[in-house]
């Protein structure tokens, strides 16, 4: 009877053994991004959701803007573990990652979608070297994407430089950002996304920048009237995971990770197509005296002179770890010129 039994134990044991792999492989990870779940963040994620559901076991749980805090709160949830995945735009990541400030040098990124989406997907120093910079700070770089042409917002029109003296301007808390409005002849606000609508709305700040499906989705045309295309960036963010977890994966569950993301980096890249356009048709619908300026070559001048400071700024912030990053940056971009 007594044999009996052990042995019933030990068959349950064993059985148990064998079901504990099958079940802890099924997990649940969670992943938090900047925007709502219609924006292009909440697009990418949807994707890449999909796609890993659909080929694994797993389960991805979405945490949309506002669910989980700003943005430095759900990197900071993403390092300690708590989080697997969180996109961050680089916009936020100036302090942990000083190099990832290059995509704030005016004028840099090419405007044509075509080349920037090479861009993206050849860059080594995206794909390599900053795969690296991030991994040295407990993150796994799955890709960097593009998000559309960024556009100032601001309460009167803006042609020069000169007409942003004493206009402050909301930025993303980055320095660099900050020193390329100061050479834009603005004074540079930087807050937290959570206080653009409020701070326009009260005339704490006069001005912000953002792609148009932004100031769409967000209502930013409530509280500005002119919208003014400087030509002078694209919104760049980056969507990684926790290191420590992605490196304790299987090779097959990293493998669906990897081309999870890729889908959702290709499949962004074509949602973009006319995105920009269809926004700016219902902000002008939604408020038909918005103003939309785009600022002839002339214009522009001034604003791609204050670039060359900009970049200097960069290489003083960032030493020659960054000036390899725009070296690398510029040699990318250069063989995906047209
Ligand atoms: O300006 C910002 O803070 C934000 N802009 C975009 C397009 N995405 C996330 C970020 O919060």
């Known amino acids: 009877m007594k044999t009996n039994r052990t042995a019933l134990r030990s068959l349950c044991a064993f059985a148990a053994m064998a079901m504990v792999p099958a079940i802890s492989q099924a997990d649940t990870w969670r992943y938090a991004f900047e925007e709502s779940i219609t924006d292009v963040q909440g697009v990418f994620a949807t994707r890449f959701k999909e796609e890993v559901e659909a080929n694994s076991d797993h389960e991805i749980q979405l945490f949309p803007y506002g669910t989980l805090g ?3 709160d759900i990197m900071e949830q993403a390092q ?17 990652i000083p190099e990832a ?11 044509d979608h075509d080349s920037l989406s ?49 206009v402050k301007v909301r930025v993303m808390t980055n320095p660099l950002l900050v020193e390329a409005y100061k ?20 005339n704490i700040i006069q001005g912000q920048e953002n792609p148009v499906f932004y100031i769409e989705s967000a209502k930013i045309y409530e509280v500005t009237d002119v919208i003014t295309f400087l030509g002078h960036n694209n919104f760049t963010t980056a969507i990684m995971a ?17 081309a999870a993301s890729q889908s959702a980096f290709d499949h962004i890249i074509e949602y973009q197509k006319g995105l920009s356009e269809q926004s700016l048709e219902k902000i002008l619908a939604a408020k038909p005296e ?12 001034a604003f791609r002179d204050a670039a060359a400071e900009v970049e200097a700024k960069f290489i003083d912030m960032t030493g020659d770890s960054g000036k390899a990053i725009l070296e690398q940056f510029k040699k ?3 063989a995906v010129s047209p």
């Open 183 to 202: 050479a834009f002849g603005a004074t540079p606000t930087p807050l937290p996304w959570g206080e653009v609508y409020g701070g326009l709305q009260t």
């Open 332 to 334: 990318d971009l250069e």
């Open 80 to 96: 300690a573990g708590i989080l697997q995945f969180v996109n961050q735009s680089p916009g936020f990541t100036g302090a942990l």
């Open 101 to 111: 400030q290059v995509f704030f040098v005016p004028y840099l990124l090419p405007e």
């Open 242 to 258: 926790n290191k420590d977890f992605f490196d304790g994966l299987s090779e097959e569950d990293q493998a669906v990770i990897t």
């Open 290 to 301: 918005m103003k939309v300026l785009t600022l002839s070559e002339e214009e522009r001048q």
């Open 70 to 72: 700003e943005s430095a």
């Open 118 to 166: 090479a861009f993206f997907s050849q860059s080594k120093a995206i794909n390599e070297d900053f795969k690296r910079i991030y991994a040295d700070n407990g993150l796994e770089l799955l890709n960097m994407y593009p998000e559309g042409e960024v556009a100032l917002t601001t309460k009167h029109e803006v042609h020069s430089p000169a007409d942003l003296d004493q």
